[in-house]
Antibody, heavy 122, light 117 residues
Framework: QVQLQESGPGLVKPSQTLSLTCSVS??????????WSWIRQPAGKGLEWIGR???????NYSPSLKSRVTILGDTSKNHFSLKLNSVTAADTAIYYC??????????????WGQGTMVTVSS | QPVLTQPSSHSASSGASVRLTCMLS?????????IRWYQQKPGSPPRYLLY?????????GSGVPSRFSGSNDASANAGILRISGLQPEDEADYYC???????????FGGGTKLTVL
């Protein structure tokens, strides 16, 4: 079955770049059937959509993060990445990668990684 | 882009039925959106439950019991997640989300913490 696994540093210094990778198994990010997304969740708070990428390289980002975010895919490694620039303590959160797939007449985040905690602190 | 508002908490007794709401902000009509629902238990990622747009356009996630169902309340301009026959394991946070095509963004509600008494 399809599995997603986030990886990356758990601690990032303020003003630096947060970099995470989501490894995909059981499916290909280049298959053209799905969007691959990043979502985050500060401790004790709700979910926030960060953005998504399609196999073609097309991306969409949250307006509130758009100036600082890049999502890229690496088809040779079958993973996609998140880069968030100029981080502050407000970016401290659990970061999830998720597959955004067609479900009936819409799309939904049908498969999620387990999440990785990232703390922004000096 | 739209804002989805959910009550922060809700409680109900085991065996009861609950309606969790996901209200769409002014200027947007719930009938124009596809609302998706997720369940999240402590320490776990969210789990996709179902989507609802209309009675002829709705669907259940894989393995999701039929006790979970979706609907709309046009008068409240809200999507509804109904859980019937509440079980202790239904105690969780529930999130709604939707896709806004004009801004090409996904919007999440703030989530409702459901307590089963």
């Amino acid at each position: 079955q399809v599995q997603l696994q986030e990886s990356g540093p758990g601690l990032v210094k303020p003003s630096q770049t947060l970099s995470l990778t989501c490894s995909v198994s059981g499916d290909s990010i280049s298959s053209g059937s799905f969007y691959w997304s990043w979502i985050r969740q500060p401790a004790g708070k709700g979910l926030e959509w960060i953005g998504r990428m399609f196999s073609s390289g097309t991306t969409n980002y949250s307006p509130s993060l758009k100036s600082r975010v890049t999502i890229l895919g690496d088809t040779s490694k079958n993973h996609f990445s998140l880069k968030l620039n100029s981080v502050t303590a407000a970016d401290t959160a659990i970061y999830y990668c998720a597959r955004y797939a067609k479900v009936g007449g819409t799309n939904a985040f049908d498969i999620w990684g387990q999440g990785t905690m990232v703390t922004v602190s000096s | 882009q739209p804002v989805l508002t959910q009550p922060s908490s809700h409680s109900a007794s085991s065996g009861a039925s609950v309606r969790l709401t996901c209200m769409l902000s002014s200027g947007f009509s719930v009938g124009d959106f596809w609302i998706r629902w997720y369940q999240q238990k402590p320490g776990s990622p969210p789990r996709y439950l179902l989507y609802y747009h209309s009675d002829s356009n709705k669907g259940q996630g894989s393995g999701v019991p039929s006790r979970f169902s979706g609907s709309n309340d046009a008068s409240a301009n809200a999507g509804i997640l109904r859980i019937s026959g509440l079980q202790p394991e239904d105690e969780a946070d529930y999130y709604c989300d939707t896709w806004h095509s004009n801004s090409k963004t996904v919007v999440f509600g703030g989530g409702t913490k459901l307590t089963v008494l």
